[in-house]
């Protein structure tokens, strides 16, 4: 199969009926072997009796229905592990993404051997109180992954099939996934821009607190992926420094008082009485803990069953 659209939906039952048939248009005017995939995200508004319809109609229009709201990451989560095209291909079902991006994603997929794409609404018709804090999050995400993209959260995104049947997608991860794909070692990232339509029915179900959510993913994400196989190398190195600062304050205050007596000068303070005494006790047992959780982590990635979790690009001859 060439292709599978993966859309995720939550209360957009207006939008459904015109969605699929303008992809079908435009899968069918290039003669592509294409199948379209549901996940129903505990829709409230009957959406799921909508595709249920298309489904009948339709033998492409393939259908998940979840028991709750979920969240998106969830949803194509589900919709990954069910595709069975060679390229796999999000786009958000309010009718903002276009269809008509569709071929051109396709083929430079196919044909530039990109294995992720995504897209970049360049211009947008949202409000500054969306745009603003978008571009914030983009920066920051640059900054801190590396990948240069203007558009991270984009839900129009091209996959090759085996970008998305190596990846998790949990929590609000799915606004990463380039991130999760280039810790995976899918580094041939490319970016098209897109056209963005303005919401043509029902409202955005996302508000300001998913940028907050979103920066402590991209922190969790990041920390997870460069030390989950070496604990040791963030919260031993962290350890060993507190434990140094707090050694050498400590001998500080030490040599102080013996200096002052072996030279016979004003006597200071007894040392338990100076508040950096307890600032420097403070930091060497946090230099302690966290040295000791460094350990703990490192036995536990050591002997668990994931610790040869990698994928293999090539095979010759096995």
């Known amino acids: 199969m060439d292709l599978s659209i993966v859309i995720p939906v939550f209360n957009e039952k207006e939008s459904l009926i015109e969605l699929e048939a303008w992809i079908k248009r435009v899968v069918t005017q290039h003669g592509y072997d294409y199948e379209i995939i549901f996940i129903d995200d ?20 393939k259908a998940v229905r979840f028991r709750r709201n979920y969240g998106k990451s969830a949803a194509l989560n589900e919709g ?46 949202d409000p500054l109180n969306k745009t603003i804090p978008t571009k914030l999050f983009n920066w920051a995400t640059r900054k801190i992954s590396g990948i240069k993209l203007h558009d991270f959260n984009c839900g129009l995104k091209a996959y090759q099939s085996e970008v998305v049947k190596n990846i998790d997608v949990y929590g609000e991860m799915h606004r990463y996934i380039p991130v999760i794909a280039k810790w995976k070692g899918f580094t041939k990232i490319g970016e098209k821009v897109v056209e963005h339509h303005p919401r043509k029915y029902g409202h955005t179900k996302f508000g300001f607190e998913r940028f907050i959510n979103g920066l402590l993913d991209l922190i969790s994400i990041t920390f997870v992926s460069r030390f989950s196989k070496r604990p040791m190398h963030f919260f031993g190195t962290m350890g060993v420094i507190s ?29 338990v009485d100076k508040p950096l005494f307890y600032i ?7 230099g302690v803990v966290l040295f ?27």
Do not use: C
């Open 292 to 318: 000791l959780a460094g350990f703990i982590g490192e036995l536990f990635a050591r002997y668990s069953a994931s610790k040869n979790e990698y994928l293999v690009s090539d095979r010759l001859n096995v």
């Open 42 to 61: 505990g829709s409230t508004d009957g959406s799921f009796e909508v595709i249920q319809s298309l489904a009948t109609q339709n033998n492409r229009v």
């Open 243 to 271: 434990f140094f600062i707090g050694f050498i304050i400590s001998a500080w205050l030490i040599g102080e008082k013996f200096y002052a007596r072996f030279y016979h000068t004003k006597i200071p303070r007894d040392i």
């Open 80 to 125: 990954f592990s069910l595709a069975k095209g060679r390229v796999v291909i999000t786009m958000d079902s309010d009718l903002q993404d276009s269809p008509d991006e569709i071929p051109e994603l396709f083929r430079m997929i196919t044909e530039e051997g990109f294995e992720i794409v995504s897209g970049w609404k360049k211009k947008r018709y």
């Open 280 to 286: 420097a006790l403070m930091l060497v047992v946090i």
